[in-house]
């Protein structure tokens, strides 16, 4: 997965280790989200690709993939 600010002259690769791509759209998005790149209304309208949810063989919902909870800021950290 890619991504790109312009405005900020910023681009972002990301390679999930396991080669999966189901996790990628999670971990981009809350590296976007921690940036500042993605506002509420965004955030709102992307929630199926930000924490997109599993369902098993009968279309029953049995989780969510998140990011981990401790998931390390790298946006502009608080002062003081």
């Known amino acids: 997965y890619t991504a ?13 280790e396991d080669g999966a791509t189901r996790a990628s759209s999670v971990a981009l998005m809350a590296l ?8 509420a209304a965004a955030r ?4 199926d690709v930000a924490w997109p ?4 063989h009968a279309g029953t919902i049995v989780g969510r993939i998140e990011p981990e909870p401790d998931w390390p800021a790298i946006g502009p950290q608080p002062t003081g």
């Not at 790109?4 to 999930?16: Q, S, T």
């Not at 709102?44 to 929630?47: A, I, Q």
Request: net charge negative; proline share 0%.
């Open 4 to 16: 790109a600010w312009l405005e900020r002259g910023l681009g972002i690769a990301l390679k999930v």
């Open 32 to 39: 976007l989200e921690d940036l500042g790149a993605v506002d």
């Open 44 to 47: 709102e309208r992307l929630n």
């Open 53 to 56: 949810v599993l369902k098993n």
